[in-house]
């Protein structure tokens, strides 16, 4: 049993590594046509979680973000557009090619849930078709890009202008976003929507509800702002968010197209013997001193003069400190001299716990003789510590 189930295993990532190396999907859309691809996430859960589901019956509804491009290219061609909205939304691969050829696409989802990643290659081959001669263009307002690209919807809205144009025979050639075409992004409320451009084409003249498009009285009224007054034998919006927009409906009848000019004709790249080159004259010498004095010179001599008005101010001005002890009171200076005394000898006594008290905390000293001097009173001209042989006791005003 356990040797079957280990065989079931081997065949089954076998198959899936397959399945993954050759997960190649092939699309044929004929030039002028409009191309839509969904991008289903349920088909890349496969990819993530089949042993799970095989085994133990688990089913993941992982959140997944797609990243396409043109293979050997950073980005997606010019006629190719993706859009994705959440990573719970399918993502949508749209747009019109515009000439024949082969396209390959590479397509990766990556889960949002295990970090996963997957890569399918899609082929769009296109092919040549001739182009309808009449294309009409409208503006649906209250829809957005990723809600028009279901193919549902895409046949509830081409079913209305059916009616419109009345005829059978339409062809949606493209669908674009407002915001592509310089619209603005709407406010996030409810009822405010981008808007989508939806160009179909027929084989048929455009009927006399389109034609009433061109009328003097119809682009007056869309210049003066006015709310335009559809017939109602025009009215063919069966669903409200579908309703198109009069004032943005334009009408091309490609057969009155002007034809392009034609090309240039090519030459035998040759020039033609104009006679021999002569070369320009050297342009006339220039005198560069000016500039280098404007340069060099007159920056240098500002430097100078600012560094010799700071050396005037920083040296030239000073008192000097002679000068400022004669202009000092006498006491003042003596008290100064005292806390710068008692501040070395706080200082020297820091580094030994087992001095002495300090000679500044006694009652009345010398801090040089260490003799106590008799207390004479308290008056406001002698200092308060006195000393018998300090040198400047002389200076000190007496009775």
Same mark, same amino acid.
Not at 176 to 183: F, H, K, P
Not at 213 to 221: D, G, N
Not at 260 to 285: H, Q, R, T, Y
């Given at each position: 049993?356990?040797?079957?189930?280990?065989? *079931?295993?081997?065949?089954?990532?076998?198959?899936? !590594?397959?399945?993954?190396?050759?997960?190649?999907?092939?699309?044929?859309?004929?030039?002028?046509?409009?191309?839509?691809?969904?991008?289903?996430?349920?088909?890349?859960?496969?990819?993530?979680?089949?042993?799970?589901?095989?085994?133990?019956?688990?089913?993941?509804?992982?959140?997944?973000?797609?990243? #396409?491009?043109?293979?050997?290219?950073?980005?997606?061609?010019?006629?190719?557009?993706?859009?994705?909205?959440?990573?719970?939304? +399918?993502?949508?691969?749209?747009?019109?090619?515009?000439?024949?050829?082969?396209?390959?696409?590479?397509?990766?989802?990556?889960?949002?849930?295990?970090?996963?990643?997957?890569?399918?290659?899609?082929?769009?081959?296109?092919?040549?078709?001739?182009?309808?001669?009449? =294309?009409?263009?409208?503006? *649906?307002?209250?829809?957005?890009?990723?809600?028009?690209?279901?193919?549902?919807?895409?046949?509830?809205?081409?079913?209305?202008?059916?009616?419109?144009?009345?005829?059978? =025979?339409?062809?949606?050639?493209?669908?674009?976003?407002?915001?592509?075409?310089?619209?603005?992004?709407?406010?996030?409320?409810?009822?405010?929507?981008?808007?989508?451009?939806?160009?179909?084409?027929?084989?048929?003249?455009? !009927?006399?509800?389109?034609?009433?498009?061109?009328?003097?009285?119809?682009?007056?009224?869309?210049?003066?702002?006015?709310?335009?007054?559809?017939?109602? =034998? #025009?009215? /063919?919006?069966?669903?409200?968010? +579908?309703?198109?927009?009069? #004032?943005?409906?334009?009408?091309?009848?490609?057969?009155?197209?002007?034809?392009?000019?034609?090309?240039?004709?090519?030459?035998?790249?040759?020039?033609?013997?104009?006679?021999? /080159?002569?070369?320009?004259? !050297?342009?006339?010498?220039?005198?560069?001193?000016?500039?280098?004095?404007?340069?060099?010179?007159?920056?240098?001599?500002?430097?100078?003069?600012? #560094?010799?008005?700071?050396?005037?101010?920083?040296?030239?001005?000073?008192?000097?400190?002679?000068?400022?002890?004669?202009?000092? +009171?006498?006491?003042?200076?003596?008290?100064?001299?005292?806390?710068?005394? +008692?501040?070395?000898?706080?200082?020297?006594?820091?580094?030994?716990?087992?001095?002495? !008290?300090?000679?500044?905390?006694?009652?009345?000293?010398?801090?040089?003789?260490?003799?106590?001097?008799?207390?004479?009173?308290?008056?406001?001209? *002698?200092?308060?510590?006195?000393?018998?042989?300090?040198?400047?006791?002389?200076?000190?005003?007496?009775?």
């Amino acid at each position: 049993m356990a040797g079957c189930r280990s065989w *079931i295993l081997c065949l089954t990532v076998c198959a899936v !590594s397959f399945l993954e190396a050759n997960a190649e999907i092939k699309v044929t859309i004929p030039v002028g046509k409009l191309f839509t691809y969904e991008l289903l996430r349920e088909y890349f859960q496969n990819d993530f979680e089949p042993l799970s589901k095989l085994y133990a019956g688990r089913l993941y509804d992982d959140p997944m973000i797609f990243k #396409c491009n043109q293979q050997s290219f950073p980005d997606l061609p010019e006629w190719l557009r993706f859009t994705q909205r959440h990573p719970y939304d +399918n993502g949508f691969l749209y747009g019109t090619p515009t000439a024949p050829g082969k396209t390959i696409i590479e397509i990766f989802a990556i889960n949002k849930r295990s970090y996963e990643a997957a890569r399918h290659i899609l082929v769009i081959k296109a092919t040549a078709e001739r182009i309808l001669p009449y =294309e009409a263009e409208f503006f *649906i307002k209250l829809r957005e890009i990723e809600k028009v690209l279901p193919p549902s919807v895409q046949d509830e809205i081409k079913h209305d202008l059916q009616k419109l144009w009345d005829t059978e =025979e339409l062809e949606i050639v493209n669908i674009t976003n407002a915001l592509d075409r310089g619209g603005r992004v709407p406010l996030p409320l409810a009822g405010h929507f981008e808007g989508v451009y939806v160009k179909v084409a027929s084989e048929q003249y455009f !009927s006399d509800c389109l034609l009433r498009v061109l009328t003097a009285e119809h682009e007056k009224q869309c210049t003066a702002g006015a709310k335009v007054k559809v017939p109602g =034998e #025009c009215n /063919f919006c069966s669903i409200p968010s +579908n309703c198109i927009t009069w #004032c943005k409906t334009e009408l091309f009848d490609l057969t009155k197209q002007a034809t392009a000019p034609p090309a240039p004709p090519v030459g035998s790249g040759i020039l033609e013997d104009g006679g021999d /080159f002569n070369p320009p004259e !050297s342009p006339p010498s220039r005198d560069f001193f000016p500039d280098y004095i404007v340069t060099v010179i007159v920056p240098l001599i500002l430097a100078i003069i600012l #560094c010799l008005l700071l050396a005037y101010i920083m040296f030239g001005r000073r008192e000097g400190v002679t000068k400022r002890n004669a202009r000092t +009171n006498q006491i003042q200076l003596y008290h100064h001299h005292t806390i710068h005394g +008692n501040t070395d000898e706080l200082r020297n006594m820091a580094g030994q716990r087992s001095s002495a !008290s300090p000679l500044s905390t006694l009652p009345m000293f010398n801090s040089r003789t260490l003799d106590r001097a008799p207390l004479r009173g308290d008056s406001p001209s *002698i200092p308060l510590i006195l000393a018998q042989h300090d040198p400047y006791s002389d200076t000190l005003p007496r009775k």
